[in-house]
């Protein structure tokens, strides 16, 4: 079992994303892995993983040393204070050691009783054995291949206990500032020491210089480089003091792709952190696999940045991607967003599908799927996606997934009145989510009560004002109510706000509306004045 500690001087860097982003690839590569959250006074990894931990936390690492620390009891195993973690829908091979359920106030109570003091320096203290039986239980019961711990930030007890006592290796992260590299260095320069090496083990330490903006120039990648080099010295430099040198030295670049859709899974930044931890473990077949997904990984990469404006290269690095990784999940998730973008909904339905039998663990591609199949209107299907992806936990669409459901129902004639009152309940809810007024305002709208139709799409644009579809829904209600001036003002004020005009085309209700005007003057101008007069053409073909 390879023990590796994560450690930071200060938060805010990347730590704890960093171990479970390690985490996740070494499952991937089938290797078991147990993660401990040993930053007790503020736990995070258990929200790392929320939507992949299926039972409840009740207790964890806290609850285990209490009971030693404080009722001088030693318990008999570890394993009944973890919880499995799964990484996809095939496997559990990750371990989760919590802090405890730092959601309830007997933790905190329990965590305040635990004197570090008592533990390891009065006399006849058994802090430094009972850990080390902890270590060992951990071994024997969980037999994990690697056990990460997340360790809390500062000089503190229990890092020291970490760092010095149970890692094999350490990893230090630190972004560019000069409080976070001071302390770093003197961190290094406490575990480098020999009277701090208590159990004379010969640890590998690596660091990482976390969020550091990409850079597209060549004056931008020149500065990187610069700031590269010198916090390298800077680290190197606490290193003088002893034997001991610097095992790797890494860049993890702030990720737009993580902030996008909140990602806790590897990426192409992690890779070389990754390689550094675990380039000596692998058989070449391992080896070779890591380099193949190295690659993939870089492409993957490149594909998320082409995403925004559906570059033309999207899907030549798709197609790469899936031939020399075919079992990488999210290329089937951007080739189905690819698709759906396109309106091409039956390949983005089988891409999804893919995606899903891959282990579609936050079910992005079910979410979207549901949404291919409404446009096909397979509306019985994308009930199920609904339904499906409104079960899983922590669901990243989770308020637009209930919304979604009432308009696929529509599209199962469910009585409006049914639905008028599903969404209300919805928004009392979430009073603040304007797609939520934009629904219930088209679902009076076709029951013709108008005022109230009025009422909600008004509060729809006063929530978002940039929203193009709600324009259009206004327009829709203005024509109902015959007044064509204002349905032209409005559709033109949708267009000026990106409105999709090709939605209408999936919608009969809101279609019949449109057929009505397509040869008025008013509207083929208002279609010509923003490059949509092909639509006309649409229409027809759909009439």
Known sequence: MKTIAFYSYKGGVGRTLALV???????EFGKKVCIMDFDLEAPGLNHKYKRQIDTEIKQGLVDYIYEFAVNDVLLPSIQDYSVE?????KQKNITFIPAGDSEHGAYWKKLSHISWWNLFYEEKSEGIPFFLDLKEKIKKEINPDYLLIDNRTGITETSALTLSLLADSIVLLAVNNEENICGTQRIIEAITKKENNLLGMDRDIHFALTRIPFQNTPEGRSRE?????????KIEEAFKKSDKKLKSFNVIHSDREIELFEKAQMNFEYLSLFNSLTGDDFSPEGK????TIKRAEGLLRKAYDSLENLSPELLKYLDEIEKIAPDLPDSYFLHGWYYNRQKEYKKAVESFTKGIELGDILGRCLFFRSESNYMLRNYSKAVDDLNDYINKKHTEYRIDALMNLIVVKEGLDVDRKELILE???LIEKYPYHAKLYNVRSCLYNQEKHYESALEDIYKAIDLDPQEGVY?????????????KLEFYRNFDEALRNGYDIERILFDDDVKNIYKQVLTDSEFIRILNKY???????????KL
Do not use: G
């Open 21 to 27: 982003n390690i985490a996740n690839r070494l499952a």
């Open 288 to 291: 070779n696999k890591f380099d």
């Open 225 to 233: 480089y610069e700031i590269k080099n010198l916090v390298e010295r």
């Open 471 to 483: 324009y259009a829904t206004l327009a829709e209600i203005k024509f109902c109510k015959e007044d």
């Open 85 to 89: 973690i799964n990484t996809n829908e």
């Open 531 to 541: 490059d949509k007069v092909y639509f006309i053409e649409l229409m027809q073909k």
């Open 423 to 425: 969404t209300s309940l």
